[in-house]
Protein backbone atom coordinates (compact mmCIF):
# COMPACT_ATOMS: atom_id res chain seq x y z
CA UNK A 1 0.00 0.00 0.00
CA UNK A 2 0.89 3.17 -0.85
CA UNK A 3 0.20 6.53 1.63
CA UNK A 4 0.49 10.17 0.20
CA UNK A 5 -0.31 12.78 2.33
CA UNK A 6 -1.08 16.59 1.78
CA UNK A 7 -2.81 19.75 2.75
CA UNK A 8 -0.46 21.12 5.05
CA UNK A 9 0.38 24.93 5.17
CA UNK A 10 0.52 27.92 7.17
CA UNK A 11 -2.42 28.83 9.63
CA UNK A 12 -2.88 31.44 12.14
CA UNK A 13 -3.36 30.23 15.87
CA UNK A 14 -7.74 29.44 16.02
CA UNK A 15 -7.68 28.65 12.49
CA UNK A 16 -9.00 25.44 10.80
CA UNK A 17 -6.85 23.70 8.21
CA UNK A 18 -8.00 19.81 6.62
CA UNK A 19 -5.05 17.27 5.41
CA UNK A 20 -5.63 14.15 3.07
CA UNK A 21 -4.06 11.11 3.21
CA UNK A 22 -4.81 9.51 -0.28
CA UNK A 23 -3.69 5.57 -0.42
CA UNK A 24 -3.62 2.92 -3.09
CA UNK A 25 -3.71 -0.61 -3.23
CA UNK A 26 -4.58 -2.98 -0.65
CA UNK A 27 -5.54 -2.13 2.48
CA UNK A 28 -6.81 -4.78 4.83
CA UNK A 29 -10.78 -4.68 6.17
CA UNK A 30 -8.41 -5.13 9.82
CA UNK A 31 -6.36 -2.81 9.31
CA UNK A 32 -6.26 1.02 10.93
CA UNK A 33 -5.32 4.51 9.21
CA UNK A 34 -3.48 6.77 11.67
CA UNK A 35 -1.95 10.17 11.85
CA UNK A 36 0.80 11.20 13.86
CA UNK A 37 2.94 14.17 14.23
CA UNK A 38 6.26 15.25 14.59
CA UNK A 39 7.94 18.35 15.71
CA UNK A 40 11.27 19.43 15.23
CA UNK A 41 13.22 17.94 18.35
CA UNK A 42 10.45 15.99 19.51
CA UNK A 43 9.75 12.19 19.29
CA UNK A 44 6.54 10.81 16.62
CA UNK A 45 3.35 11.41 18.40
CA UNK A 46 0.03 9.43 17.99
CA UNK A 47 -2.55 12.00 16.66
CA UNK A 48 -6.04 10.10 15.49
CA UNK A 49 -6.72 6.61 13.79
CA UNK A 50 -10.09 4.99 12.56
CA UNK A 51 -10.75 1.38 11.30
CA UNK A 52 -10.91 0.95 7.52
CA UNK A 53 -13.74 -1.01 7.46
CA UNK A 54 -15.80 0.86 10.50
CA UNK A 55 -15.95 4.50 12.15
CA UNK A 56 -14.42 3.49 15.44
CA UNK A 57 -11.82 6.49 16.21
CA UNK A 58 -9.25 6.97 18.37
CA UNK A 59 -7.57 10.36 19.50
CA UNK A 60 -4.91 12.20 21.73
CA UNK A 61 -6.04 13.40 24.87
CA UNK A 62 -4.07 16.80 23.33
CA UNK A 63 -6.45 16.93 20.08
CA UNK A 64 -9.77 15.51 21.15
CA UNK A 65 -12.65 18.17 20.87
CA UNK A 66 -10.11 19.87 18.50
CA UNK A 67 -9.39 17.34 15.81
CA UNK A 68 -11.70 14.93 13.76
CA UNK A 69 -10.70 12.00 11.46
CA UNK A 70 -12.68 10.96 8.82
CA UNK A 71 -12.75 8.50 5.41
CA UNK A 72 -14.03 8.20 2.40
CA UNK A 73 -13.93 4.40 1.03
CA UNK A 74 -14.88 5.83 -2.42
CA UNK A 75 -11.66 7.88 -2.55
CA UNK A 76 -9.42 5.78 -0.54
CA UNK A 77 -8.64 8.65 1.44
CA UNK A 78 -8.72 9.61 4.96
CA UNK A 79 -9.25 12.86 6.29
CA UNK A 80 -7.66 15.06 9.60
CA UNK A 81 -10.06 18.13 10.18
CA UNK A 82 -7.82 20.18 12.63
CA UNK A 83 -10.13 23.36 14.16
CA UNK A 84 -8.62 25.46 16.93
CA UNK A 85 -5.37 25.19 15.99
CA UNK A 86 -2.28 26.42 18.82
CA UNK A 87 1.25 27.14 17.87
CA UNK A 88 1.77 23.67 19.92
CA UNK A 89 0.35 21.62 16.78
CA UNK A 90 2.99 22.57 14.48
CA UNK A 91 4.24 19.59 13.17
CA UNK A 92 5.27 17.27 9.95
CA UNK A 93 1.97 15.33 10.09
CA UNK A 94 2.29 11.36 8.63
CA UNK A 95 -0.43 9.44 7.56
CA UNK A 96 0.31 5.25 8.15
CA UNK A 97 -0.93 1.94 8.30
CA UNK A 98 -1.64 -0.75 10.84
CA UNK A 99 -2.16 -3.61 9.47
CA UNK A 100 -2.78 -5.56 12.31
CA UNK A 101 -5.39 -3.14 13.74
CA UNK A 102 -5.92 -1.10 16.59
CA UNK A 103 -2.09 0.53 18.22
CA UNK A 104 -0.81 4.12 19.07
CA UNK A 105 2.66 3.14 18.80
CA UNK A 106 4.29 4.43 15.82
CA UNK A 107 6.29 0.97 15.35
CA UNK A 108 2.87 -0.53 14.76
CA UNK A 109 2.22 0.71 11.64
CA UNK A 110 3.89 -0.62 8.74
CA UNK A 111 3.62 1.84 5.49
CA UNK A 112 4.32 5.28 6.22
CA UNK A 113 3.15 8.51 3.73
CA UNK A 114 5.61 11.05 3.04
CA UNK A 115 4.63 13.90 5.60
CA UNK A 116 2.94 16.86 5.39
CA UNK A 117 3.84 20.42 7.11
CA UNK A 118 1.57 22.40 9.35
CA UNK A 119 2.90 25.50 10.92
CA UNK A 120 0.48 27.30 13.24
CA UNK A 121 1.92 30.93 13.81
CA UNK A 122 0.62 32.39 16.85
Known amino acids: VQLQASGGGLVQAGGSVRISCATS????????IGWFRQAPGKEREFVAS????????YYADSVKGRFTISKDNSKNTVFLQMNSLKPEDTAVYYC????????????????WGQGTLVTVSS
Open 25 to 32: GRIFSSST
Open 50 to 57: MWWNDNRK
Open 96 to 111: ARNRRGYGRNWADFDS
